[in-house]
């Protein structure tokens, strides 16, 4: 069985983020890596390779040259290889593009089964999957708490507001899975070093079939017009504790607010 | 005027209030049409009028109980199809985007998700980077979908008589794939839904997983609970209730942090309430950078005192 992973290579949720002046994510800014959520994703593809016989897990990106670093980390986990998609004329594709584009090199890599996180943690549309298993026409299997897979079967238990629901689909589908699926592996000193003899890929859009003019910036569906910083909270009020004090303030503050 | 799109988020004819806020948005933009997926549009019908829609679109097939979300996005591209609306409207709930996202690639439009305003034109608002930005933007390609985040916006009436139309789809074989092989319904808490409430009350790792008095002070405000990732990880507050970046978004009138130490990932999911109130043992802790009011001290004394005062002030 082969599993594609989709891994997106984002900026440091804990740093400063910010844009550039053509209002895509600035990515020269901010450090980079694989995104946090991606690695659910992996830890249960690995899972997987890990209970099943001859289970290949293959990390795939799009992303410019510095994704390769998403690859890296994945291929350190316990990834067996890498597709690193890289175009110049993909820079500012919109969650549509990107999903062409994915698309595309997923009918190209026929994995038996994809994985992805259940959001990217910068763009956080959590979108991606959904619009991939459309474009394919495969069954969509998206925010599992859980995932499993028994001969040509994929099961996931999606925990929603009103009700907890197991969703069943046949092999060949798209499945994004939660931070709730389970802590992801940390490499290991073996895994670091196997990963340098890996194989990874390197594709673009003509070896996909894609045509330039249908994604980037020029051919984005939406348009950001302006992008502001939050102006800097104005600093609030800091009571003490003691003897009470600070349920007063609490209360004068709920009565003043008429929350109360 | 030309019609504009809305998915009413509904449970047995009950609207959600989100809807309410859409229909309100909505009608900068033209008409409202409610689109009702599944069974209640005639129970609806009144509520969804008393926001201005006139016209209620009743679209029923059995494989929307059956199968996950794809049949939903199918049925709504023939909506649009048929109305060849404006735009379409939708709540942000994880459901709600998917239909979105598979409604975007069927009708070929540009998306906008969790959008916090819709101006006349078109343009939204939208907060990222865990609310440290503001970004403007504006769909050009097909039929603008968007879906905004509850509490965006003061939902307003403006009754009119709502006409229920029944519209008829056909959901292929491709839909009917992620088979639902198994639901259990979860018990409701009988408080505020957490999206929706004017007023959330969480609780974190500082309550040592005692969530009494979080939920005494949330029950004297009439609020709702919340919780950080760390009690959620800790078994002591269901994951339906985490408040962040893998929880729910939340922007309240009010949002009292009890224990949490305000991580960036917890201030993704509330740095847009409209104020803050925060109570950590430790002065450092950065949720205090956000707090309208900040109190230092121990939840377990501060927050009981607070709900004893309220109670007293009621009777
Ligand atoms: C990919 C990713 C996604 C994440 N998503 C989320 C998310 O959606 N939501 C989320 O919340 N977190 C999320 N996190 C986790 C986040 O980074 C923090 O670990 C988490 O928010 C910490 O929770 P906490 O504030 O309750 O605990 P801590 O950080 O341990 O803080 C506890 C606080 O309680 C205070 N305290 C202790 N005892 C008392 C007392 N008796 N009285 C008053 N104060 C007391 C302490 O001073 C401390 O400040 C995510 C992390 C990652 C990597
Ligand atoms: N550029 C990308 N390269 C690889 N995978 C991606 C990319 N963008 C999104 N994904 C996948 O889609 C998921 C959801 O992303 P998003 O819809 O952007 O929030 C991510 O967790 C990834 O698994």
Redesign the pocket.
Known sequence: MRIVVLVKYVPDATGERSFAADGTVDRAAADGLLS??DEYAIEQALQIADEGDDVEVVAMTLGPDDAADAIKRSLQMGASAGIHINDEAVHGSDSLATSTVLAAAIAKAEPDLVVCGMAS?DGAMGVVPAMIAERLGWPGLTFGATLSVSGDTVSIRRDGDVASQTIEASLPAVVSVT?QSGEARYPSMKGILAAKKKPVQHWALADLGVEPAIVGLAAASSTVLETTPRPPKEAGRIVPDSDGAGSAALVDFLSAGKYI | MAEVLVVVEQLDGVVAKPTFELLTLARRLGDPVAVVLGAGADEAASALGQYGAGTVISVQDPAFEEFLVAPKAEALAQVVQSVQPAAVLLTSTLESKEIAARLAVRVGSGLITDATDVRSDGSTTQTVFAGNWSVTAQVRTGVPVITVKANSTAAEAAPVDAAVRELPVTISEASRTARIIKSEPKKASGRPELTEAAIVVSG???T?GDFGPVEALADALGAAVGA????VDSGWYPHSY??????KTVSPQLYIA??????I??RA?MQTSKAIVA????PE?PIFALADLGVVG???TVLPAVTAEITARKS
């Open positions: 946090e959520l943690t931070d | 974190g790792r500082g040592g950080s990732r760390a009690a985490q408040v962040g970046q893998t929880g009890a224990g949490i130490s305000g991580a990932q917890h999911g109570i950590n043992k430790d802790a121990d939840l377990h």
